[in-house]
């Protein structure tokens, strides 16, 4: 078996492993509708929800559109409270916490809360575009540096959020020509119409009326009524800020329940020569707010950007804390010109204390002494060339000191203004392509090791004191110390020649598998090393010291040498069995796997430990099969009432079916076999009740049962229909 793209590598992973998920999409039977905080309205529906904490500070809705990359150029970036919506072709999103695998087609789409780390990439070799809706701050909801490398299509107004954790769906219908539709707004906070597809009529409770067209978007606030376009209909999304919701445990798990709730209000203040003479006020972007937390609950944390402001951003007050004794964020010893009126410093804990009673407000004040530094710190910077092909992060040897410096900078991004430092204008040359920085802020700076707006999108290697933080590099000026930061510009230009890349994934299965039916096996949960020797080198590489880890059981080697290689601990275990698929050679005594120039290379090992494994074995309830037609039926042709006008359906519909007891998920496009033209069967599923779901198209309405239940040994048949909704 040969792979030869990274789009039937997934497809083939995804058929082996079942861990791809759907996001529920419209056209389900009303009966089918998911239950929010605003339920929405006819035949809409939720596609995508979830909850998460308020911001204090004004927000912002908006829309941008973004492009996900081929799998071996996509990165994990840092996401701004929102949505992600497929706009055409189909593209994966991975979880970087969990690894969970969400794959996104036309219409479909993703929730994810603040700072989710998530990759977001194409199943094929070419890009793909899909669509952001976001709720972000205000002051970033139109800058260069939170866009990145998306392109912004509609910034709406600033307004102040309802406080709390809330309940954010987005809701998405398709209206027929002419069709009528009117929606409730949540009324604690604008939401956001966007039109996907045609044209829209919005009419507000005043009476005012705006024509939309398809790529338009509008803040909606309160109830409006909506008319699709007389031609084409109209596909539109919404999404609001609903139902503040209770968690179980609001509070800290180590604080006491019975201790009550008190206010911090934290002022801020400049001195000039100490800490006791002519301190002024001054804004939080002019010093440093360290975060703090309970002594006894470390793990959780309160920033900043919980409090709220007031006094022209010269006071933090920070409403409802628990009862009970706090401490900064800690330091090795308390710095000389800052202090905190009103805590006391720990050296055991190296902070700041200080305590917060219940029904009473604690008031501190943070002194920073501002001399000729003021608060401020420096970054030493150090760039170097590298040639094409290198890897400077793992082996910087092949690279010489820089002779032309290119264009670094950082920037201290305030809620209403930007400073920016450039190498060029602010550093100073201390020879051997050394560059200082001094009076930085002492605060966290977005760096751009070349001018970049988004990680992922420069030819330079970052190493040092820089970090990730959302879709951007950040670097943290000590106060009255230095940063380091180590950049390296590799040349364009391919990875050597005489290379192709690997791909691998190791699987255990139940006991007795045997070759002829591999599904039951699954991703390794303890994977094992496997070595690669070059039989005409003898240079070995190791899974575990050498490839890069994709998920557990999954790697990849991006760049083997050209040549035939054996491998070594294929299986690990004397008495068990191993079997292999893929680009894998076993005529000799040990398995080989021959790497071609630019080639891509993939194969699975199944390993049927002696006992049995890890693995679960078949289902108690033994498994069945869903047999699933699919046909079309033409405009004004309700197949509820009569189905003869219909046919067969050519092209299929991506159906997607769930267990309702252990949620997992089958996907037709993935595991399905065809019959026969438009007949598809998903085998050996777990007897037991199923969820279905079908995607959407906006030319067409969907009829289909929402549940089935599968029986043992014996074949469930479901039919999806599907109606045009396009006037002949």
């Known amino acids: 078996m040969s792979l030869s793209s990274p789009r039937s590598r997934w497809r083939t992973l995804a058929a082996l492993l079942a861990i791809c998920s759907i996001a529920l999409m419209s056209f389900?039977?009303?009966?089918?509708?998911?239950?929010?905080?605003?339920?929405?309205?006819?035949?809409?529906?939720?596609?995508?929800?979830?909850?998460?904490?308020?911001?204090?500070?004004?927000?912002?809705?908006?829309?941008?559109?973004?492009?996900?990359?081929?799998?071996?150029?996509?990165?994990?970036?840092?996401?701004?409270?929102?949505?992600?919506?497929?706009?055409?072709d189909s593209f994966l999103i991975t979880d970087g916490e969990s690894e969970a695998l969400t794959l996104l087609h036309d219409g479909q789409a993703s929730f994810h809360p603040e700072g989710a780390s998530e990759r977001r990439s194409s199943t094929s070799e070419t890009p793909v575009y899909y669509l952001n809706i976001e709720l972000i701050v205000a002051d970033a909801v139109d800058t260069n540096e939170s866009l990145g490398g998306s392109t912004l299509i509609f910034a709406g107004d600033d307004f102040e959020a309802p406080r709390g954790h809330r309940d954010l769906p987005l809701v998405r219908d398709v209206l027929a020509t002419s069709e009528?539709?009117?929606?409730?707004?949540?009324?604690?906070?604008?939401?956001?119409?966007?039109?996907?597809?045609?044209?829209?009529?919005?009419?507000?409770?005043?009476?005012?009326?705006?024509?939309?067209?398809?790529?338009?978007?509008?803040?909606?606030?309160?109830?409006?009524?909506?008319?699709?376009?007389?031609?084409?209909?109209?596909?539109?999304?919404?999404?609001?800020?609903?139902?503040?919701?209770?968690?179980?445990?609001?509070?800290?798990?180590?604080?006491?329940?019975?201790?009550?709730?008190?206010?911090?209000?934290?002022?801020?203040?400049?001195?000039?020569?100490?800490?006791?003479?002519?301190?002024?006020?001054?804004?939080?972007?002019?010093?440093?707010?360290?975060?703090?937390?309970?002594?006894?609950?470390?793990?959780?944390?309160?920033?900043?950007?919980?409090?709220?402001l007031s006094d022209d951003d010269t006071v933090l007050t920070y409403d409802d804390l628990p009862a009970g004794d706090y401490v900064t964020m800690p330091d090795d010893e308390a710095v000389p010109g800052v202090t905190i009126d009103g805590a006391e410093w720990d050296d055991d804990l190296e902070g700041w204390t200080f305590e917060v009673e219940a029904d009473e407000t604690t008031v501190l004040t943070l002194r920073v002494i501002v001399d000729e530094r003021g608060d401020t710190g420096s970054l030493l910077v150090t760039l170097y060339d590298c040639p094409a092909g290198s890897d400077p992060e793992n082996d910087p040897s092949p690279c010489e000191l820089n002779t032309e410096p290119w264009d670094v900078s950082v920037a201290n991004i305030g809620q209403s203004e930007t400073t920016e430092w450039t190498l060029a204008s602010d550093a100073l040359d201390l020879g051997d392509s050394q560059y200082w920085f001094e009076l930085l802020t002492a605060t966290s700076l977005t760096f751009y090791p070349d001018g970049a707006r988004e990680v992922g999108t420069s030819d330079v290697v970052v190493t040092g004191d820089p970090y990730v933080l959302g879709n951007l590099w950040t670097i943290d000026i000590p106060y009255h110390g230095a940063a380091e930061v180590t950049l390296y510009r590799v040349q364009p230009g391919d990875e050597p020649a005489e290379s192709g890349s690997l791909f691998f994934a190791e699987l255990t299965c139940p006991a007795e598998t045997d070759g002829s039916d591999l599904s039951p096996c699954q991703n390794a949960g303890e994977p094992w090393d496997i070595l690669f020797e070059n039989v005409d080198t003898g240079e070995t590489w190791s899974t575990f010291a050498d490839a890069d880890a994709e998920m557990d059981g999954q790697y990849v080697f991006p760049a083997l040498p050209a040549g035939t290689y054996l491998m070594y601990g294929a299986n690990p275990s004397d008495d068990g069995l191993a079997y292999f698929t893929g680009d894998v050679n076993l005529d000799g005594e040990l398995p080989s796997v021959t790497i071609s120039s630019g080639g891509e290379h993939v194969f699975y090992v199944h390993l049927v430990p002696p006992g049995g494994s890890d693995a679960p074995d078949a289902p108690v309830g033994g498994t069945g099969s869903l047999v699933i037609y699919q046909a079309d039926c033409p405009y004004g042709v309700d197949p509820s009432v009569d189905t003869s006008a219909c046919a067969t359906s050519v092209d299929p519909w991506e159906v997607t079916v769930t267990n309702n007891e252990t949620g997992d998920s089958w996907s037709l496009l993935f595991e399905g076999v065809a019959y026969d033209t438009g007949t598809y069967v998903l085998e050996a599923l777990p007897a037991g009740s199923y969820s279905i779901s079908v995607g959407s198209n906006e030319n067409w309405a969907l009829y289909y049962p929402s549940t089935t239940d599968v029986s043992a040994d014996d074949e469930t048949y479901v039919t999806v229909y599907s109606m045009d909704l396009r006037v002949p």
Do not use: K, Y
Not at 30 to 51: D, E, K, N, R
Not at 241 to 256: F, K, Q, R
Not at 285 to 291: E, G, K, L, M, Y
């Open 28 to 88: 389900l039977p009303a009966s089918a509708l998911a239950q929010t905080s605003t339920p929405p309205g006819g035949h809409a529906q939720v596609i995508a929800q979830g909850v998460d904490l308020m911001p204090r500070v004004p927000v912002a809705w908006r829309v941008t559109a973004s492009e996900a990359t081929p799998l071996d150029e996509a990165g994990f970036f840092d996401r701004t409270l929102g949505f992600a919506v497929g706009d055409g």
């Open 180 to 308: 009528e539709h009117q929606i409730a707004g949540s009324g604690d906070a604008p939401s956001l119409l966007f039109v996907a597809a045609g044209a829209l009529q919005v009419t507000d409770a005043d009476g005012d009326v705006t024509e939309l067209e398809t790529g338009d978007a509008i803040d909606v606030s309160g109830g409006v009524e909506l008319l699709a376009g007389a031609d084409d209909g109209a596909a539109w999304l919404l999404a609001s800020i609903g139902d503040e919701v209770e968690l179980p445990d609001s509070a800290p798990a180590t604080s006491d329940p019975d201790a009550g709730t008190g206010d911090l209000e934290l002022r801020l203040e400049a001195c000039p020569d100490n800490l006791d003479a002519d301190c002024t006020p001054v804004t939080n972007r002019d010093v440093t707010v360290p975060a703090f937390h309970l002594v006894e609950d470390e793990d959780n944390w309160i920033i900043p950007d919980r409090a709220d």
